[in-house]
């Protein structure tokens, strides 16, 4: 109790996110992160606009920003575990941490059944499903992974990570589709001169597992060019600890999987005149395995085991034609490679293999059209090719390897300063409004996407912005090709049964129906509306404080769900999508769709006394049964529910002297205001505040002080309690878990200034320093909730980072 009162306090006062922690100049204080404003002006890779060079005060989105420093001091031992700790991301339907957990998810998580192999890891912006959010790499998409059909982070070593941005509204007009909640961007360390050695080792001290990674990056640049490489492995053992009793079942589950990760990356940029061009190149490979134990009944043991392989090479042209003009032309390619295996206590295996491509090319320009009083008047615009495989020997597919999707689309952004600061209007230092619009045809449909943004810097110390924006995403492969189409015969009470139309064969309310399941490759895109407005307070009065607050709003239509069984019969919303007295030709459709691979009859009294019958060919179905159908009830994926999120941003910055040293807090957080899918006129069914949903109320900060090389601080995560909502559960209330980290940071050149030791930095982190354990699930799979609360457990580290000299 002490501790919980304790870590709340900090968290709600003065522990500010790790978002805000940076490397340190030599003339600041080690660990005292630089200025706000310098940050700011950085060059961002993703700005949420098409235009280069565009300063940060013209972006009217949103803008989030983790970097390396950051991870580091979480002590998260993967990138999959240190995600967890932004408040804006929510593990949704990808979670690392659930891989026995076949059973929890949200009614949109049905990647979580295929994710039990892969376990693989997404961004999730705003509590939506990961198919919400785009994620790139140096603001280039990554191809998907496996059957959950995600770019997942997994695949990228920690060690990699220069920075994470995150631009937290609508940008389909800007990047296309699933950009619906936001893009997450991670920028990735190039070096430009010299080499850095890079090691951390850690134990967690419940059980002694440890985890440790090694990486070398190494660059040389020359007057017209640069090269550069990374190599790095990254190992985590497993952590399991005592059985977990799931009704009165006892399991024991591997809490963190051991999971083995390296990777190569390098690339070479060389100037010639005006163009420059650019190749980077990668590989990974990423070894995991888990397991979930029945103590009393070996025979039903589960071992996971998974391997990943990728590559990609993305190359640029850039020329520049001076002022504000210049021309890209863009060419990237990616694949991923994902085997699986289960393996059962009684020996039976079940295995999977995936293989992923994407190829993108593009060509954009800008130029400037005019020379407004405020500024140039600057346009940007270009065109993409988009093509997407999916290849897989699951039995579920439609007895072919896979299936393949291209999205062709044209685009264009206009930047425009009504009022600049030398025009000294009052109330209006400045005013910006910029506008996006892309057209993108995904083959089976397209999509317009329109976005406008304002940003007006009432004076140094207040600035007002806002963004609306029509966004769109695409349905998975799972759902439009993927499952292969099954179809059966029940005796199924149906209210919409017209009078006089019982079958006196069938009980009383019940009509004899055909169940459409699988694919359905009729989905539309889904559509979504955003709209953002926020704040930023700098003010002059109190030097290095920054508040930004904001209120977004995200309503998706069409979204893909797929019903089930009973609520396809009963929902009136859902009876758009069945047949009701088909004519012969539609059963004839159904039945002899060639995507079929299993016809079966269940509970139809007249068919093998209501006992399940399974037949091998449609040609095989009896024609009397054929002939008595009343109703063809689809139960494939649909457009019909409308899902709805809003909430609140809050990002709080304050730096000051303290103790002869420079102390820095920072706190960011994101509430939940609303978050539930439903039909169109249906009961809601929600998703905030429950098991496997998103928890409302997410904070991390952390608190910095630093002097004369030496930096020490905390680290803060807190996440609200909820309540325990299953169906057929008496609800039941779930703590608040907080957990918080302790860092001390060493500049051992300035320390000492002996020459063996300049450039070299020492990091100590206690992790989950009070050793706090997620709230306990009651019959839980996994004893907890793996989406809000994962496992954590303290961990001890020590990093230790040289760098030499150019080579």
């Known amino acids: 109790m002490i501790y919980r009162g304790t870590a709340v306090i900090a968290a709600g006062l003065f522990s500010f996110s790790a978002a805000w922690a940076q490397d340190v100049p030599a003339e600041q204080e080690a660990g005292a992160p630089a200025a706000r404003d310098s940050r700011s002006q950085e060059a961002i890779v993703v700005t949420g606009s098409l235009i280069r060079g565009l300063p940060r005060e013209y972006i009217a989105s949103p803008v989030f920003t983790y970097d390396k420093t950051d991870v580091v001091r979480s002590g998260a031992n993967s990138m999959s575990e240190y995600i967890l700790t932004i408040p804006q991301n929510f593990a949704s339907d990808?979670?690392?941490?659930?891989?026995?957990?076949?059973?929890?998810?949200?009614?949109?998580?049905?990647?979580?059944?295929?994710?039990?192999?892969?376990?693989?890891?997404?961004?999730a912006l705003r509590g939506l499903a990961s198919d919400a959010t785009l994620t790139l790499v140096n603001g280039r998409r990554m191809a998907s992974v496996g059957m959950v059909e995600a770019s997942t982070v997994s695949v990228i070593p920690s060690a990699l990570i220069e920075r994470i941005d995150i631009i937290s509204d609508g940008a389909s007009a800007t990047y296309g589709a699933d950009a619906v909640a936001g893009v997450v961007n991670i920028v990735t360390r190039k070096a430009v001169d010299g080499v850095e050695l890079r090691a951390r080792g850690g134990v967690m001290t419940e059980t002694g597992a440890t985890s440790w990674d090694g990486s070398i990056l190494a660059g040389h640049s020359w007057g017209s060019g640069s090269v550069y490489g990374i190599a790095s492995y990254q190992r985590r053992d497993e952590f399991v600890t005592d059985p977990v009793i799931s009704g009165t079942t006892p399991l024991q589950i591997s809490q963190l999987p051991q999971e083995d990760l390296s990777g190569f990356y390098a690339g070479?940029?060389?100037?010639?005149?005006?163009?420059?061009?650019?190749?980077?190149?990668?590989?990974?490979?990423?070894?995991?395995?888990?397991?979930?134990?029945?103590?009393?009944?070996?025979?039903?043991?589960?071992?996971?085991?998974?391997?990943?392989?990728?590559?990609?090479i993305n190359g640029n042209m850039h020329w520049d034609g001076g002022g504000e003009t210049a021309i890209d032309v863009n060419l990237d390619y990616g694949e991923t490679d994902s085997g699986s295996a289960l393996t059962y206590g009684s020996g039976r295996v079940v295995r999977y293999n995936h293989q992923n491509t994407l190829l993108v090319a593009e060509v954009t320009g800008q130029t400037a059209l005019a020379s407004l009083p405020a500024g140039p008047l600057i346009v940007a615009g270009g065109a993409q090719y988009r093509d997407e495989t999916l290849e897989t020997d699951a039995a579920i597919f439609f007895h072919r390897a896979g299936g393949k999707r291209t999205a062709r689309s044209v685009f264009g952004e206009v930047n425009v300063p009504f009022v600049s600061p030398d025009m000294a209007v009052p109330l209006v230092r400045s005013l910006?409004?910029?506008?996006?619009?892309?057209?993108?045809?995904?083959?089976?449909?397209?999509?317009?996407?329109?976005?406008?943004?304002?940003?007006?810097?009432?004076?140094?110390?207040?600035?007002?912005?806002?963004?609306?924006?029509?966004?769109?995403?695409?349905?998975?492969?799972?759902?439009?090709?993927?499952?292969?189409?099954?179809?059966?015969?029940?005796?199924?009470?149906?209210?919409?049964?017209?009078?006089?139309?019982?079958?006196?064969?069938?009980?009383?309310?019940?009509?004899?129906?055909?169940y459409r399941a699988g694919a359905n490759p009729g989905l539309e895109t889904q559509k979504a509306d955003t709209f953002t407005a926020g704040i930023d307070l700098t003010p002059a009065f109190i030097p290095d404080l920054s508040i930004k607050a904001g209120y977004y709003r995200i309503k998706i239509n069409g979204r893909v769900v797929t019903p089930s069984q009973t609520d396809a019969a009963t929902l009136p919303d859902l009876q758009g999508f069945n047949i009701l007295n088909p004519s012969a030709a539609q059963i004839s459709a159904v039945v002899n769709n060639p995507t079929t691979f299993r016809w079966f009859s269940a509970n139809v009294p007249f068919v093998n006394g209501g006992r399940t019958v399974t037949w091998n060919a449609a040609s095989e179905i009896p024609a009397d049964l054929l002939s008595q159908v009343q109703v063809i009830i689809d139960i494939r994926p649909q457009n019909f529910a409308v899902e709805f999120t809003d909430g609140l941003d809050l990002d709080f910055a304050y730096s000051t002297r303290l103790l002869g040293g420079t102390a820095q807090f920072h706190l960011t957080g994101q509430y939940i205001l609303n978050l539930n899918l439903q039909a169109g006129s249906g009961a809601p069914v929600s998703r905030l505040d429950g098991y496997a949903q998103a928890s409302d109320l997410r904070?991390?900060?952390?608190?910095?002080?630093?002097?004369?090389?030496?930096?020490?601080?905390?680290?803060?995560?807190?996440?609200?309690?909820?309540?325990?909502?299953?169906?057929?559960?008496?609800?039941?209330?779930?703590?608040?878990?907080?957990?918080?980290?302790?860092?001390?940071?060493?500049?051992?050149?300035?320390?000492?200034?002996?020459?063996?030791?300049?450039?070299?930095?020492?990091?100590?982190?206690?992790?989950?320093?009070?050793?706090?354990?997620?709230?306990?699930?009651?019959?839980?799979?996994?004893?907890?909730?793996?989406?809000?609360?994962?496992?954590?457990?303290?961990?001890?580290?020590?990093?230790?980072?040289?760098r030499f000299a150019g080579l």
């Not at 100590?764 to 997620?774: G, K, W």
């Open 94 to 123: 990808l979670s690392d941490f659930g891989t026995a957990a076949t059973s929890i998810g949200t009614s949109l998580s049905t990647a979580t059944s295929y994710n039990q192999y892969d376990a693989f890891a997404a961004f």
């Open 268 to 312: 070479v940029r060389q100037e010639v005149g005006d163009v420059t061009l650019s190749v980077d190149g990668s590989r990974f490979q990423r070894d995991r395995r888990a397991r979930l134990d029945y103590p009393n009944t070996p025979n039903s043991n589960r071992d996971y085991q998974s391997r990943t392989t990728g590559w990609s």
């Open 432 to 514: 910006t409004l910029s506008a996006a619009l892309r057209y993108e045809d995904v083959e089976f449909d397209s999509a317009l996407a329109p976005k406008i943004g304002v940003r007006w810097q009432i004076d140094r110390s207040i600035a007002l912005r806002g963004t609306y924006a029509r966004s769109f995403l695409v349905p998975r492969f799972r759902d439009t090709i993927g499952i292969a189409e099954q179809v059966s015969f029940w005796s199924q009470p149906y209210p919409y049964l017209p009078a006089g139309s019982q079958n006196s064969a069938l009980p009383a309310g019940d009509a004899l129906a055909i």
């Open 699 to 802: 904070l991390n900060g952390s608190l910095v002080w630093g002097r004369g090389g030496v930096s020490l601080g905390t680290v803060v995560n807190y996440v609200d309690g909820f309540t325990d909502n299953r169906p057929n559960v008496t609800p039941e209330k779930v703590g608040s878990y907080t957990t918080a980290s302790l860092f001390l940071g060493l500049d051992l050149d300035r320390l000492t200034r002996a020459p063996a030791l300049s450039d070299a930095e020492v990091q100590l982190v206690a992790a989950n320093v009070f050793d706090q354990r997620p709230p306990t699930i009651r019959n839980g799979y996994l004893g907890y909730d793996p989406y809000n609360n994962p496992p954590n457990p303290r961990t001890i580290s020590l990093v230790l980072a040289k």
